[in-house]
């Protein structure tokens, strides 16, 4: 549409020796394009409900003002597809008061322009005067309201995908509650356990008369031990699943053990061996979400298990190095790697090598790195397995 009302304006300005049939036609374009938009652009309802004669009355009176406004508009320019676009605009903001946004800045900014020039009769002026034709200087607010508009729209629709992204980013969690409330099951197990023995030596003591204070407090101890393990292991599990954008600095290791300590019943049960090494600084920090980092690293791991499932001696190595200015962190399995035609769609939504996979674990990750961290993710080549490499600015 601004490409054929550019080559309108040249031709209407007379600056260079155009035909005229050129300027019809760009403006005929420029008329049907800037209708495809102003739909396109279009909030909400095209026909209001009616639910009464009242509403029908009142709807009536406000489609009438539109026709008057935009008549009074297209006398004022004799420009159909800046009327047009304005037509259409200002019946999304009168009838979907309550869902506009963009529109309304474009809308509000015509009509206080041309009720100024209608109270001052600023028209008539420019004429008498001679001064710079007054269409010229329409095309100027156009480019103006147009920017501010698609501005605002492109910001409106960039909030839109940042929840849209937080809400797969929950999703992706809750997809793997299922298997991480069987890890905590497993977890709880064993200090359940160990406090039904603590409470069975302490009534059988009772019951022969030789609880004496000394082996109280010893068993005390051990009760109150395993009662701090199970708390430790739900407020992990509780901040994991919790969503937080509260960024701040954090050591690195603290986001791993989370994790590990989520997973660490589940890599027990299928054999898995792991080993966390720091090359350099183990006190090395990031600025950013801690359990967005740990859900990264949640899912490479979980992705690491699963490529180990029919291998002999599983193994997942996480390596932690940092140089002045970056912190890299290297999760490599010894599984069977990926083949080079996956790699090249590894990291998009909703692609999958796994039967029951969603395909967002590490199109997910992809994007919490990038946005969050301002860092990189990305597959090294590898002789055996696969390793996906972490690369986050260091912390100050």
């Not at 605009?89 to 509000?108: D, M, R």
């Not at 269409?135 to 103006?144: K, N, S």
Request: net charge neutral; glycine share 4%; hydrophobic share 40%.
């Amino acid at each position: 549409m601004q490409v054929f009302s550019l080559i309108y304006i040249v031709s209407y300005s007379s600056l260079f020796d155009i035909p005229h049939f050129m300027e019809q036609i760009s403006l005929l374009f420029a008329t049907l394009l800037a209708l495809v938009f102003a739909i396109n652009f279009y909030e909400g309802k095209f026909i209001p409900n009616s639910k009464s004669h009242k509403d029908l009355i009142i709807n009536t009176l406000l489609l009438n003002i539109v026709i008057l406004t935009a008549f009074y508009h297209y006398i004022l320019f004799e420009y159909l597809p800046f009327t047009i676009i304005y037509a259409i605009l200002f019946i999304s903001v009168i009838f979907n008061i309550k869902n506009v946004g963009p529109t309304l800045i474009y809308t509000a900014g015509w009509s206080i322009f041309c009720f100024t020039l209608f109270v001052f009769d600023f028209k008539d002026y420019y004429e008498q005067n001679h001064l710079l034709d007054i269409v010229l200087i329409a095309f100027a607010i156009e480019a103006i309201l147009f920017t501010f508009s698609v501005s605002h729209r492109y910001n409106r629709l960039e909030q839109k995908n940042e929840n849209f992204e937080n809400m797969l980013l929950q999703q992706s969690k809750m997809a793997k509650s299922g298997e991480m409330l069987a890890n905590i099951a497993h977890q709880f197990r064993q200090p359940l356990n160990n406090l039904s023995y603590i409470l069975i030596n302490i009534k059988k003591r009772y019951e022969n008369e030789k609880l004496d204070e000394k082996y109280f407090h010893k068993k005390y101890s051990q009760a109150k031990e395993q009662l701090e393990f199970l708390s430790h292991t739900v407020e992990e599990f509780k901040e994991f699943y919790t969503p937080s954008k509260q960024k701040e600095k954090f050591l690195v290791k603290d986001a791993i053990s989370n994790t590990i300590s989520i997973l660490n019943e589940d890599l027990k049960k299928r054999n898995i061996k792991y080993t966390l090494n720091f090359l350099k600084d183990e006190n090395v920090q990031i600025f950013g979400s801690k359990n967005e980092l740990s859900q990264v690293i949640l899912s490479l791991v979980t992705n690491a298990s699963d490529a180990l499932k029919d291998i002999e001696k599983p193994l997942i190595e996480i390596n932690v190095d940092s140089t002045s200015a970056d912190v890299i962190i290297n999760i490599k399995d010894n599984g069977k790697g990926i083949n080079k035609r996956s790699q090249e769609k590894l990291f998009e939504p909703y692609f999958t090598t796994k039967e029951e996979g969603t395909g967002l674990g590490l199109y997910l990750s992809k994007l919490i790195m990038e946005k969050s961290f301002n860092g990189k993710i990305e597959l090294k080549p590898s002789k055996e397995g696969s390793c996906f490499s972490l690369l986050i600015e260091k912390a100050i």
